[in-house]
Protein backbone atom coordinates (compact mmCIF):
# COMPACT_ATOMS: atom_id res chain seq x y z
CA UNK A 1 0.00 0.00 0.00
CA UNK A 2 2.64 2.06 0.82
CA UNK A 3 4.37 1.71 -2.98
CA UNK A 4 1.21 2.09 -4.12
CA UNK A 5 0.44 5.83 -2.20
CA UNK A 6 4.57 6.49 -2.76
CA UNK A 7 3.71 5.78 -7.31
CA UNK A 8 0.52 7.75 -7.07
CA UNK A 9 1.68 11.08 -5.30
CA UNK A 10 4.72 11.02 -7.56
CA UNK A 11 2.08 10.69 -11.22
CA UNK A 12 0.35 13.27 -9.80
CA UNK A 13 3.40 15.69 -8.86
CA UNK A 14 4.00 14.95 -12.99
CA UNK A 15 1.10 15.76 -14.05
CA UNK A 16 0.87 19.08 -11.88
CA UNK A 17 3.92 20.02 -13.49
CA UNK A 18 3.20 19.11 -16.76
CA UNK A 19 0.35 21.43 -16.45
CA UNK A 20 2.19 24.14 -15.02
CA UNK A 21 4.89 23.85 -17.77
CA UNK A 22 2.18 24.13 -20.36
CA UNK A 23 0.43 27.34 -18.61
CA UNK A 24 3.68 28.62 -18.10
CA UNK A 25 5.09 28.96 -22.06
CA UNK A 26 1.92 29.33 -23.57
CA UNK A 27 2.11 32.85 -24.79
CA UNK A 28 -0.71 34.56 -26.75
CA UNK A 29 0.02 35.87 -29.68
CA UNK A 30 1.00 39.45 -30.60
CA UNK A 31 2.03 42.10 -33.18
CA UNK A 32 4.50 44.68 -32.14
CA UNK A 33 5.66 47.79 -33.79
CA UNK A 34 7.53 51.15 -33.11
CA UNK A 35 6.71 54.27 -34.31
CA UNK A 36 8.98 58.00 -34.73
CA UNK A 37 7.59 61.62 -33.97
CA UNK A 38 9.72 64.17 -34.07
CA UNK A 39 9.03 68.11 -32.86
CA UNK A 40 10.76 71.04 -33.39
CA UNK A 41 10.96 74.90 -32.12
CA UNK A 42 13.26 77.68 -32.76
CA UNK A 43 15.59 77.75 -29.94
CA UNK A 44 15.47 80.36 -27.11
CA UNK A 45 18.33 80.25 -25.34
CA UNK A 46 21.99 79.70 -26.67
CA UNK A 47 24.89 77.84 -24.38
CA UNK A 48 28.60 79.50 -24.96
CA UNK A 49 32.00 77.97 -23.13
CA UNK A 50 34.42 80.93 -22.96
CA UNK A 51 37.65 80.67 -20.77
CA UNK A 52 41.60 81.28 -20.50
CA UNK A 53 44.09 79.29 -20.94
CA UNK A 54 47.43 81.11 -20.16
CA UNK A 55 51.44 80.34 -19.26
CA UNK A 56 53.63 81.79 -16.74
CA UNK A 57 56.55 81.06 -15.07
CA UNK A 58 55.48 81.56 -11.91
CA UNK A 59 52.44 79.71 -10.46
CA UNK A 60 51.12 83.02 -8.47
CA UNK A 61 51.40 84.77 -11.31
CA UNK A 62 49.31 82.18 -13.54
CA UNK A 63 46.91 81.99 -11.32
CA UNK A 64 46.11 85.93 -10.68
CA UNK A 65 46.33 86.81 -14.42
CA UNK A 66 43.82 84.23 -15.11
CA UNK A 67 41.72 85.03 -12.44
CA UNK A 68 41.47 89.35 -13.63
CA UNK A 69 41.10 88.20 -17.70
CA UNK A 70 38.68 85.74 -16.70
CA UNK A 71 36.54 88.64 -14.77
CA UNK A 72 37.15 91.24 -17.30
CA UNK A 73 35.50 88.80 -19.74
CA UNK A 74 32.91 88.21 -17.61
CA UNK A 75 32.48 91.76 -16.92
CA UNK A 76 32.32 92.26 -20.39
CA UNK A 77 29.45 89.73 -20.78
CA UNK A 78 27.17 91.49 -18.84
CA UNK A 79 27.43 94.22 -20.05
CA UNK A 80 26.15 92.83 -23.35
CA UNK A 81 22.92 91.90 -21.28
CA UNK A 82 23.89 88.23 -19.66
CA UNK A 83 22.78 87.92 -16.22
CA UNK A 84 25.10 86.64 -13.37
CA UNK A 85 23.38 83.91 -12.88
CA UNK A 86 23.12 82.91 -15.65
CA UNK A 87 27.43 82.36 -15.64
CA UNK A 88 29.12 79.99 -13.43
CA UNK A 89 32.39 78.03 -13.62
CA UNK A 90 32.59 74.70 -15.74
CA UNK A 91 36.33 73.41 -15.50
CA UNK A 92 39.50 75.26 -13.38
CA UNK A 93 42.74 73.88 -13.76
CA UNK A 94 46.35 74.66 -12.59
CA UNK A 95 49.39 72.18 -13.50
CA UNK A 96 53.28 72.18 -14.44
CA UNK A 97 55.35 71.35 -17.11
CA UNK A 98 58.71 71.70 -18.41
CA UNK A 99 59.76 74.18 -21.04
CA UNK A 100 60.42 72.72 -24.68
CA UNK A 101 63.16 74.58 -26.33
CA UNK A 102 61.69 74.70 -29.83
CA UNK A 103 65.12 75.89 -31.40
CA UNK A 104 67.23 72.54 -29.74
CA UNK A 105 64.30 70.14 -29.46
CA UNK A 106 65.20 69.78 -25.94
CA UNK A 107 63.49 70.17 -22.82
CA UNK A 108 65.18 73.46 -20.59
CA UNK A 109 65.01 72.21 -17.24
CA UNK A 110 63.24 75.02 -16.17
CA UNK A 111 59.08 74.69 -14.79
CA UNK A 112 56.17 77.01 -16.25
CA UNK A 113 52.49 77.23 -15.04
CA UNK A 114 49.35 76.95 -16.86
CA UNK A 115 45.38 77.92 -15.74
CA UNK A 116 42.83 77.19 -17.60
CA UNK A 117 39.43 78.31 -16.31
CA UNK A 118 36.24 77.96 -18.57
CA UNK A 119 32.93 79.75 -17.95
CA UNK A 120 29.25 78.48 -19.12
CA UNK A 121 27.06 81.20 -20.09
CA UNK A 122 24.03 81.15 -20.90
CA UNK A 123 22.43 84.04 -23.35
CA UNK A 124 18.73 84.16 -23.76
CA UNK A 125 18.93 86.95 -26.57
CA UNK A 126 19.72 85.06 -29.27
CA UNK A 127 20.25 87.88 -31.51
CA UNK A 128 23.25 89.11 -28.97
CA UNK A 129 25.09 86.08 -29.15
CA UNK A 130 27.78 87.17 -32.03
CA UNK A 131 27.83 90.63 -29.98
CA UNK A 132 28.84 88.42 -26.66
CA UNK A 133 31.29 86.36 -28.44
CA UNK A 134 33.70 89.33 -29.68
CA UNK A 135 33.02 91.19 -26.23
CA UNK A 136 34.39 88.41 -24.38
CA UNK A 137 37.43 87.72 -26.50
CA UNK A 138 38.32 91.41 -26.62
CA UNK A 139 38.18 91.57 -23.14
CA UNK A 140 40.20 88.43 -21.89
CA UNK A 141 38.97 85.17 -22.94
CA UNK A 142 41.47 83.47 -25.38
CA UNK A 143 39.40 80.40 -26.37
CA UNK A 144 35.79 79.48 -26.94
CA UNK A 145 34.39 75.77 -27.20
CA UNK A 146 31.86 76.43 -29.11
CA UNK A 147 28.27 77.45 -29.08
CA UNK A 148 25.06 75.22 -28.46
CA UNK A 149 21.23 76.58 -28.92
CA UNK A 150 18.11 75.05 -27.19
CA UNK A 151 14.62 75.60 -26.19
CA UNK A 152 14.21 76.28 -22.30
CA UNK A 153 10.80 74.94 -22.40
CA UNK A 154 10.59 71.96 -24.01
CA UNK A 155 6.78 70.33 -22.55
CA UNK A 156 4.98 71.22 -25.63
CA UNK A 157 7.41 69.49 -27.80
CA UNK A 158 7.42 66.30 -26.38
CA UNK A 159 4.07 66.11 -25.82
CA UNK A 160 3.53 67.09 -30.20
CA UNK A 161 6.71 64.26 -30.21
CA UNK A 162 4.94 61.37 -28.22
CA UNK A 163 1.49 61.83 -30.31
CA UNK A 164 3.19 61.56 -33.36
CA UNK A 165 5.13 58.38 -32.24
CA UNK A 166 1.97 56.80 -30.98
CA UNK A 167 0.18 57.60 -33.81
CA UNK A 168 2.72 55.90 -36.13
CA UNK A 169 3.03 52.92 -33.67
CA UNK A 170 -0.11 52.44 -34.06
CA UNK A 171 -0.61 53.15 -37.90
CA UNK A 172 2.38 50.45 -38.67
CA UNK A 173 0.58 47.72 -36.16
CA UNK A 174 -2.58 47.85 -38.24
CA UNK A 175 -0.95 47.86 -41.42
CA UNK A 176 0.86 44.91 -40.46
CA UNK A 177 -2.33 43.11 -39.24
CA UNK A 178 -4.13 43.98 -42.11
CA UNK A 179 -1.06 42.52 -44.07
CA UNK A 180 -1.50 39.23 -41.99
CA UNK A 181 -5.00 39.25 -42.00
CA UNK A 182 -5.66 38.70 -38.38
CA UNK A 183 -7.42 41.80 -35.55
CA UNK A 184 -5.32 43.80 -33.18
CA UNK A 185 -6.43 43.35 -29.76
CA UNK A 186 -5.77 44.77 -26.55
CA UNK A 187 -2.68 46.53 -25.79
CA UNK A 188 0.03 44.10 -23.69
CA UNK A 189 3.19 46.49 -23.13
CA UNK A 190 3.50 50.23 -24.14
CA UNK A 191 7.86 51.47 -24.13
CA UNK A 192 9.25 55.10 -25.19
CA UNK A 193 12.81 56.32 -26.05
CA UNK A 194 13.27 60.09 -25.96
CA UNK A 195 16.40 62.06 -27.90
CA UNK A 196 17.02 65.94 -28.00
CA UNK A 197 19.17 67.26 -30.48
CA UNK A 198 21.13 70.68 -30.48
CA UNK A 199 21.97 72.55 -32.77
CA UNK A 200 25.62 73.62 -32.63
CA UNK A 201 28.16 75.78 -34.15
CA UNK A 202 32.07 74.85 -33.89
CA UNK A 203 34.73 76.87 -32.09
CA UNK A 204 34.44 80.34 -32.71
CA UNK A 205 37.56 81.69 -31.22
CA UNK A 206 40.74 79.65 -30.21
CA UNK A 207 43.68 81.40 -28.88
CA UNK A 208 42.69 85.18 -29.88
CA UNK A 209 42.21 87.93 -28.05
CA UNK A 210 43.30 87.57 -24.43
CA UNK A 211 42.54 90.43 -23.35
CA UNK A 212 45.36 92.55 -24.87
CA UNK A 213 42.51 94.97 -26.79
CA UNK A 214 42.55 92.95 -30.06
CA UNK A 215 39.46 93.87 -31.85
CA UNK A 216 37.13 90.78 -32.39
CA UNK A 217 34.53 91.45 -35.00
CA UNK A 218 30.95 89.46 -34.00
CA UNK A 219 30.60 86.43 -35.80
CA UNK A 220 27.46 84.97 -37.43
CA UNK A 221 26.11 82.73 -35.64
CA UNK A 222 22.71 80.58 -37.10
CA UNK A 223 20.86 78.62 -34.38
CA UNK A 224 19.16 76.54 -36.35
CA UNK A 225 15.71 74.42 -35.53
CA UNK A 226 15.72 72.59 -32.03
CA UNK A 227 14.69 68.87 -32.11
CA UNK A 228 13.16 66.38 -29.74
CA UNK A 229 12.65 63.01 -31.08
CA UNK A 230 10.30 60.24 -29.17
CA UNK A 231 10.22 56.49 -29.90
CA UNK A 232 7.35 54.37 -28.65
CA UNK A 233 6.77 50.80 -28.96
CA UNK A 234 3.47 49.20 -28.63
CA UNK A 235 2.53 45.36 -28.29
CA UNK A 236 -0.90 44.47 -29.57
CA UNK A 237 -2.64 41.06 -28.69
CA UNK A 238 -4.19 39.32 -31.87
CA UNK A 239 -7.72 37.98 -31.51
CA UNK A 240 -7.33 34.98 -33.10
Do not use: C
Not at 122 to 127: A, F, V
Not at 180 to 198: K, P, Q
Amino acid sequence: MKRTGLILMLVIFALTGMAMAQDYWEYPATISSTGYGTASAEPDVASVVFGVNITRSKPDVAVNDAAQLIEAAMAAARREGVEGEDMQTTSYSLWVQEVWDDYDYEYTGEMEYVVTHYIKADIRDISSVGDVLAAVVTAGANSINGVSFYVEDTATLYVEARQRAAEHARDKAEQLADNFGVTLGEISSISEWTNNYYPASGMAYDNYGGGLGYYAESPPVTPGAYTISVEVSATYEIIQ
